[in-house]
């Protein structure tokens, strides 16, 4: 083993450091560790993982790619562990960057051939891996905007696992096709139109794969858009479901107006004749037919008030005790369809969480009040049976036929307006604590 192989093997992995940067970029809100910590992490693992690597692979004369893959794994769970994102997208940004260290690769295959055209591949050289991680770089200065802009967005946004299971498939299919087309001998890529083709193919390939993911974001910005459409609607038939119901009520009661004078003239005519049986019975006929009117103000929140009118009734016909505190202004810096989603999945929630438990048992807390007028503060507290799903420190469904987006869900909105939103268990309670912004 000589100095100039060892320095060659040991340079040959320098393409793992912009790779490793690559996938943290999408990632960059989801780090359960600060930037600065993770950097330095990142660095002490090469530095203590490669030399030794390369110091085996010289040793023994192992095949340049002995411990690519054992690496990749390693990086992997090491990845894993230092974000909150969930495994399939997690997986879906690793496979994807590894493509692009494929294509990289094979770029630098390409230029190897042209500077050594006798020699087989895999050859560690000085020059040759210079250029590798000079690829690498420009790939890592190319894709850092859009990967930490567009990339974070679609990471903190879209939760479906089969979505990300699918970018995996895409990405890991450009990954095969790079390997597959490697050559084992410089030599093959100048017999005819080899080398064109060889570059060519390479080109289309990363131009497809680019195309492909530019592609998947506006899907996935359309995915999103329906579903907050769909989440705008829902809100909207509540306001108009009250919105009739207020209507029936005031026509009822214009209806019962209009005819008082009658009910007014038949009661005097009772009383004069003394006849305080019939006038009593009359009395109770009259009450049973008077509306009830079931429209409760909470808050003077108009929005609010036709959601809670619209949840409190199912809450109070699965036996909860629910209590609420409500106290809100009617405008706040917070858009009423935004506020009501909130609302309305930590109520969803609660209620889904209490009809767990036997009736007797079931009981929700809710609190809604400004303080100082510059925090909104949304807190609440049901009982469930103490049974819940979580996975990366995110909380899962637990329905049999549940989505199990409405606390991600919240937890963005209240994020677009720089507030906090904490949930938290115990063996019999499930707690809600949202602080927002509204100065």
């Known amino acids: 083993m000589t100095l100039s192989r060892y320095f060659a093997e040991l340079t040959s992995y320098l393409p793992f450091l912009p790779a490793a940067f690559l996938c943290y970029f999408p990632v960059k809100n989801q780090l359960k560790f600060k930037k600065k910590n993770v950097f330095l992490c990142i660095c002490l693992a090469f530095l203590l993982c490669i030399p030794v690597v390369s110091y085996f692979t010289c040793r023994f004369s192992l095949n340049e790619n002995f411990f690519t893959l054992p690496l990749l794994i390693l990086f992997f769970v090491l990845f894993q562990f230092s974000v909150r994102t969930t495994f399939c997208q997690s997986l879906s940004v690793f496979v994807f960057v590894c493509a692009l260290l494929s294509f990289s690769a094979n770029f630098t295959n390409g230029y190897d051939a042209v500077r050594y055209p006798q020699a087989t591949a895999f050859v560690a050289r000085l020059d040759t891996n210079l250029f590798h991680f000079s690829v690498s770089l420009l790939m890592l200065v190319l894709l850092a905007y859009p990967l930490s802009r567009y990339g974070s967005f679609l990471i903190n946004s879209l939760t479906a696992p089969n979505i990300w299971y699918m970018t995996v498939l895409i990405s890991g299919t450009f990954l095969g096709l790079n390997i597959l087309i490697i050559p084992h001998k410089h030599e093959t890529l100048y017999v005819n139109r080899i080398f064109l083709i060889f570059w060519s193919l390479l080109g289309i390939m990363f131009a497809m794969m680019m195309m492909i993911y530019v592609l998947f974001y506006f899907i996935a910005i359309g995915i999103l858009e329906s579903a907050k459409i769909a989440e705008r609607n829902h809100f909207l038939e509540m306001q108009e479901a009250q919105y009739l119901k207020q209507c029936r009520y005031m026509e009822e009661t214009a209806r019962i107006r209009h005819d008082f004078h009658h009910t007014l003239h038949t009661l005097k005519m009772l009383s004069e004749e003394r006849n305080y049986a019939s006038l009593n019975r009359y009395l109770d006929e009259y009450l049973k037919t008077l509306p009830v009117n079931q429209s409760v103000t909470y808050c003077q929140h108009n929005s609010v008030n036709a959601l809670l009118n619209y949840l409190i009734p199912s809450a109070q016909e699965a036996d909860i005790d629910i209590n609420l505190n409500i106290d809100l202004p009617n405008q706040l810096t917070v858009t009423d369809i935004d506020l009501c989603s909130i609302l309305g999945n930590v109520l969803e929630n609660a209620i889904d969480g209490c009809k767990t438990l036997p009736t007797g048992k079931r009981s929700i807390q809710l609190t809604v009040t400004t303080r100082l007028n510059a925090w909104l503060y949304i807190v609440s507290t049901n009982t469930f049976n103490g049974n819940i799903k979580r996975k990366n420190d995110q909380y899962q469904t637990t329905k049999k036929n ?38």
């Open 402 to 439: 549940g989505h199990g987006i409405g606390l991600t869900s919240t937890q963005i909105t209240v994020e677009k307006y720089n507030g906090s939103a904490q949930f938290s268990n115990d063996t019999s309670c499930f707690y809600v604590d949202i602080m927002i912004p509204i100065a």
